[in-house]
């Protein structure tokens, strides 16, 4: 994932724009948004053949093919889900964990203390034929222990003591999997954690030399070798569609071609896939962009048949149309955007400022969500108000409903520091004028004369992540604040600006906006992400209360106890919250399928095995 250096100009003009869009483009803006909410029917006669050609997420080109890449590769992986499928199919709806219809096996059966689960798995065959079997999750399940042996930073979702920990894995039967949990989980939670793990095939990968004999992968010394075997071989990306080890699969597609130079690659069909869907297409292309304008412009030229549209482009909606193609778009179910707060940064005192409740609360109502989302210069009217860790929609609202419990208002963030011991000086540099710990006073480790100021890392992609932490940064300035943006790549900042797996670069950025965090949808717990010992709680995050709650909503029976974390969060602020943009999806109209398969396309989640062309 490409460096690039400061926020370009255009950037910068964005602020210019978002002054005169908050006020002036509203209606403007709702025309847009009012023109893609409808949901295009399925329609026509399938044809059977023909080839997709869809746009990848501009900077986020795949470099391997092993569905668990090691911390080190910094891997993205391609096709996973039509290459192979996970024991359960992630849901694109905001009501479902999984989708019963496209998973691998049939719904989990619990025993009366939630310790015992059974699983019967479907008739699902691999491309050699052979039948996808329980022991086929015994081996993976076994993988994913190996992985984390060799490090814990190995699985991004892992938080020591959890999934997998304490979960053993026996094939009754050839189509029965019986798991032992030490703690019994949440249903709905313990169903997100097997929506991630990856079917492969035992009895062709368990082997640690290319010719070599077959292991017994229950042995944790086997499986380690195993593993290691499979991650080596993955970092060979010119023989990915060649090796023999890679084309066995149970998902509709196999690997037909991949260019190791941008990321591009083909897949064509699994003639032995069982599962849903005719597998009507022949081919789909993927291709890789660096921008979304190049996306834009290859949409124009006629040569994409599906990918998102970027917020910033909204107004070409209707030329696209024109064009030939629908347009649908919807805030992802359990999609969280955020500046990232990084409360372990020491630079200038950050982390001792930061700490302090009150300037979170006062940065966060420097935050105009409204005005972001009607701005032509930011969403361009595509995108919804969100406050919480759940996102828009969600059957986990936060205890306040609808309403920001801080919501936009740069008089009361003077307020706030003004009455805890600081001399606001607009567009000048605030500082602590009463230190010490107390009513009124700054806080503890707060120096008199203390500033804030902090950098702020932007994603380069999509657009509106810069034009939004611009705007961001023109508030604080107003209020005495200095926010430092600076620009760097999607994978950059996957591969450097996490507190669990890159310590070392910790005091780099305070605050971070890398577009979408998507939690499980159907089922947004916060686990991993905001505990304190979470795997992905990539600012250092520490609050003992929201740890009790995120154990409640993982380990207990009532699910509604997510609720309670979803308040605690939203009001404690671990994040700033941002809105959440509308994931525009445009297809061809020559292509459709069930609505379903394009709606989940707003979560990144393919599925062209229901996609077919028509006259």
Request: hydrophobic share 40%; proline share 7%.
């Amino acid at each position: 994932m490409k460096h690039r250096g400061r926020l370009s100009v255009a950037l910068v003009a964005a602020v210019a724009v978002l002054a005169t869009g908050c006020s002036g483009g509203g209606g403007a803006t709702r025309d847009i948004a009012g023109s893609y909410t409808a949901k295009p029917a399925q329609t026509g006669t399938p044809k059977q053949g023909g080839t997709a050609t869809v746009a990848l997420t501009p900077g986020l080109s795949p470099n391997y093919i092993y569905p668990y890449p090691p911390a080190a590769a910094n891997g993205t992986v391609i096709a996973r889900g039509q290459l192979w499928r996970s024991l359960y199919r992630p849901s694109g709806e905001g009501d479902q964990v999984a989708d019963a219809e496209l998973s691998l096996a049939e719904p989990p059966v619990y025993s009366p203390d939630r310790k015992t689960v059974t699983i019967t798995m479907k008739d699902y065959k691999w491309s050699n034929g052979k039948p996808v079997t329980a022991d086929d999750v015994v081996f993976s399940l076994a993988l994913l222990k190996a992985a984390l042996a060799e490090s814990l930073a190995n699985w991004s979702f892992y938080t020591p003591g959890q999934f997998p920990d304490g979960v053993s894995a026996e094939a009754t039967a050839p189509d029965t999997l019986t798991l032992k949990l030490r703690t019994a989980y949440n249903p709905s939670y313990l169903l997100s954690m097997l929506t991630l793990l990856y079917v492969l095939p035992s009895t062709e990968w368990n082997i640690a030399a290319t010719g070599g004999p077959h292991l017994d992968y229950k042995q944790p010394k086997n499986a380690r070798a195993i593993y290691r075997y499979l991650t080596k071989e993955s970092e060979s990306q010119a023989t990915f569609a060649g090796n023999p080890l890679w084309q066995v699969v149970n998902g509709p597609y196999r690997l037909k071609s991949f260019d190791p130079t941008t990321g591009s690659f083909s897949l064509a069909r699994n003639e032995s896939y069982s599962g849903p869907g005719e597998s009507r297409l022949d081919q789909i292309d993927f291709k890789a962009f660096t921008s979304a304008a190049a996306v834009l412009n290859q949409f124009k030229a006629g040569n994409l048949t599906v990918g998102t549209l970027d917020s910033s482009f909204a107004a070409q909606i209707g030329a696209l149309k024109a064009e030939g193609y629908n347009v649908y778009g919807a805030p992802a179910p359990a999609r969280l955007d955020a500046l990232v707060i990084n409360f372990a940064n020491t630079v200038g005192n950050f982390d001792k400022v930061i700490a302090q409740p009150y300037v979170r609360k006062a940065l966060q109502r420097l935050i105009d969500q409204q005005g972001y989302i009607a701005s032509r210069g930011v969403y361009n009217g595509a995108a919804s108000p969100n406050y919480s860790t759940a996102g828009t929609g969600s059957p986990y609202p936060p205890a306040f409903g609808d309403q920001p419990p801080y919501p936009y208002d740069p008089a009361v963030a003077e307020k706030l520091l003004a009455d805890n011991g600081w001399k606001v000086v607009p567009n000048g540099s605030t500082t602590c004028e009463r230190p010490g710990t107390g009513p009124g006073l700054c806080g503890a480790g707060i120096p008199r004369g203390q500033t804030i100021s902090f950098t702020l890392a932007s994603a380069s992609s999509p657009a509106f992540v810069g034009a939004r932490d611009v705007a961001f940064a023109s508030a604080a300035k107003k209020l005495g604040i200095e926010v430092k943006v600076v620009t760097k790549s999607l994978n950059y900042m996957y591969a450097n600006y996490g507190n669990t797996f890159a310590p070392a670069t910790r005091n780099e950025w305070a605050m971070q906006d890398y577009g979408a965090l998507y939690l499980a949808a159907g089922y947004p717990s916060s686990n991993t992400v905001f505990n304190t010992e979470g795997s992905f709680n990539l600012g250092s995050y520490r609050n003992a209360e929201v740890d009790k709650l995120i154990g409640a909503s993982t380990f207990g029976a009532d699910e509604k106890s997510l609720s309670a974390e979803v308040t605690a969060l939203a009001r404690d602020l671990p994040v700033l919250f941002l809105p959440a943009p509308h994931t525009l999806v445009v297809w061809k109209d020559t292509l459709s399928g069930p609505q379903s398969s394009f709606n989940a396309l707003t979560s990144f989640l393919y599925t062209p095995e229901l996609w077919y062309f028509h006259s």
